[in-house]
């Protein structure tokens, strides 16, 4: 007797798909976040987008020891250097280096969901970006 083909596994869901070295906290914190002199020549904002500072507000919707996401109403492309500002109440702005892993269109107004890991150097920042946030486990 012939053996039955066995039936094809069900395709990963996208959730499945990711995986994630971190625990994820969510989170509505406000940023501003800036291009990193390193990719100033390549990568531009314009001086109706960017405040006095030179960066565009945003706004932290999750965090991580790896990296956080944003929320924003301008574009950043991906592999883009960026130095993002969290202004954490009660605490002076944390400053934390990263670059742009992901950016996607989350409405058609325009905003965008801007997915940011973390540089090496940027530890110490995270830590008390953590710590003063409350997601430090």
Known sequence: MPDKPSPTPAAPTPDELVIRHHQRFTCQISADIRISESDASRVRLSRIAAGAGGGVPGTVVDLSRGGLGLDCRF???????????????????????????????????????LGISFAEAAAPHVERLLAATGAAA
Do not use: C, L, Q
């Open 75 to 113: 574009f950043i492309p991906r592999a883009s250097n960026v130095r993002v500002g969290v202004s954490v109440p009660g605490f002076e702005t944390i400053w934390v280096d990263g670059s742009i892993r992901r950016a996607s269109m989350i409405s058609r107004e325009p905003r965008y969901y």
